[in-house]
T-cell receptor, first 113, second 112 residues
Framework: NAGVTQTPKFQVLKTGQSMTLQCAQD?????MYWYRQDPGMGLRLIYY???????DKGEVPNGYNVSRLNKREFSLRLESAAPSQTSVYFC????????????FGPGTRLTVT | GQSLEQPSEVTAVEGAIVQINCTYQ??????LSWYQQHDGGAPTFLSY????GLEETGRFSSFLSRSDSYGYLLLQELQMKDSASYFC?????????????FGTGTQLKVEL
């Protein structure tokens, strides 16, 4: 039982390049999320998927797109990376209810130069 | 929108008790969660309060007062490994998901 996995762990991009961050969970959770965390800040929600087949914008969706590929997988795409997108990206999953909390992956450290 | 306030830093000695407060302003409030994050690591879930009162899980307890829009995390018998950042997060109603808004975190330093 791996929980939530993310790839890659580290990535360096040049401004304007594109990339996709991958996330998968094996806990049979309905809901999945993408967050970014900047130094000294809390986590800010980029996009979430309440259930397979649905996606919604969070606090900071500009410059990102997502795909809920199936119940297990939720990917985040940067179409044209900008230095402001340098951050640590966390994927999480949860049951629809709140009492069990969200389970986070190990994160992807992205630098855009 | 939602806003949360928590102290940026707290220092305590090993074996002591520390309380980390969180006040929030939000619409559609459903519950308050707490997460722990060690440097370089991922956040891990600690507790969730949907109703007023105290929830206890081992050395950690969490309290919520919905009327005061206030909660706290209480850590007892502090250990060095408790040095980490602690985030409160409000859960708000959405179209089915468990959507959270996080505070900016409290860095807890445990000293000998």
């Amino acid at each position: 039982n791996a929980g939530v996995t993310q790839t890659p762990k580290f990535q360096v991009l040049k401004t304007g390049q594109s990339m996709t961050l991958q996330c998968a969970q094996d806990m049979n959770h309905n809901s999945m999320y993408w967050y970014r965390q900047d130094p000294g800040m809390g986590l800010r929600l980029i996009y979430y998927s309440a259930s397979e087949g649905t996606t919604d914008k969070g606090e900071v969706p500009n410059g990102y797109n997502v795909s809920r590929l199936n119940k297990r997988e939720f990917s985040l795409r940067l179409e044209s990376a900008a230095p402001s997108q340098t951050s640590v990206y966390f994927c999480a999953s949860s049951e629809a209810g709140g009492s069990q909390g969200q389970y986070f992956g190990p994160g992807t450290r992205l630098t855009v130069t | 929108g939602q806003s949360l306030e928590q102290p940026s830093e707290v220092t305590a000695v090993e074996g002591a008790i520390v309380q980390i407060n969180c006040t929030y302003q939000t619409s559609g409030f459903y519950g308050l969660s707490w997460y722990q994050q060690h440097d370089g690591g991922a956040p891990t879930f600690l507790s969730y309060n949907a109703l007023d009162g105290l929830e206890e899980t081992g050395r950690f307890s969490s309290f919520l007062s919905r009327s005061d829009s206030y909660g706290y995390l209480l850590l007892q018998e502090l250990q060095m490994k408790d040095s980490a950042s602690y985030f409160c997060a409000v859960r708000v109603l959405t179209g089915g998901g468990n959507k959270l808004t996080f505070g900016t975190g409290t860095q807890l330093k445990v000293e000998l």
